[in-house]
């Protein structure tokens, strides 16, 4: 069962939310928060493993708090859910730890295969985010992606095989019939790759591999 919890301002969204996550049986609501600071409090209270948390909000906004979430002993893992697709949303919610980015106008469907994903240990992103995301990548200034494969070269040529495809959008199921491994065996390596580019979670660590230019089809 994926413990969740809703954060954001506006009580009617809560409420289209909780009847969502609550209609999925493999899905339970475990707390809502009005704001960030609520958001922290109802986490440390409660064992929450998805978040599902607005940008814009009194008190503390949703970006904040999500590196507030991601900083906690067991902390859990942020899809951030909003109205605006603006860049600098995207990048700082990413940047603050976020595994999912998704509007508010996306399918029902797609918000719950989300929260699946993300408590799975995968990443979403709504494809809008996703395209800007690449196209602000592949204009990345040299020294950044000079960086960046500096890092990737600390990692062994399995791990690096496993990253492009975690870079290209592989869940870990994907992963493990691509290279003819074990789920548990691709989770593992994902776990030394995040240490070892130490990042926080395979959205980060798939940025990282576009960056340097790590892609599946030129590992």
Not at 66 to 93: C, G, K, M, S
């Amino acid at each position: 069962m994926i413990r969740t919890m809703i954060v954001d301002d506006d009580a009617l969204v809560r409420l289209g939310l909780a009847d969502l996550l609550e209609a999925d049986p493999g899905v339970t609501l475990v707390a809502q928060a009005a704001d960030g600071l609520q958001a922290v409090e109802q986490a440390t209270a409660h064992r929450v493993d998805v978040a599902l948390v607005d940008v814009r909000m009194p008190r503390m906004d949703g970006i904040t708090a999500t590196a507030r979430l991601r900083a906690l002993p067991h902390p859990p893992r942020v899809i951030t859910l909003t109205t605006f697709d603006l860049d600098e949303y995207v990048y700082n919610a990413l940047a603050a730890g976020a595994d999912g980015f998704l509007l508010k106008d996306s399918d029902p469907a797609d918000i719950l295969r989300a929260v699946h994903l993300v408590a799975a240990g995968s990443a979403m992103l709504h494809p809008t985010a996703a395209r800007r995301l690449i196209d602000r990548y592949h204009h990345t200034a040299r020294p950044q992606a000079t960086a960046a494969q500096a890092r990737i070269e600390r990692l062994t040529p399995r791990e690096r095989e496993v990253l492009s495809l975690l870079a290209d959008g592989a869940t870990n199921a994907d992963i493990a019939s691509r290279l003819g491994m074990r789920e548990s065996t691709v989770k593992a390596h994902v776990s030394r790759i995040l240490i070892g580019l130490g990042v926080s979670n395979r959205v980060q660590a798939a940025l990282l591999a576009r960056d340097a230019g790590l892609h599946a089809d030129g590992a």
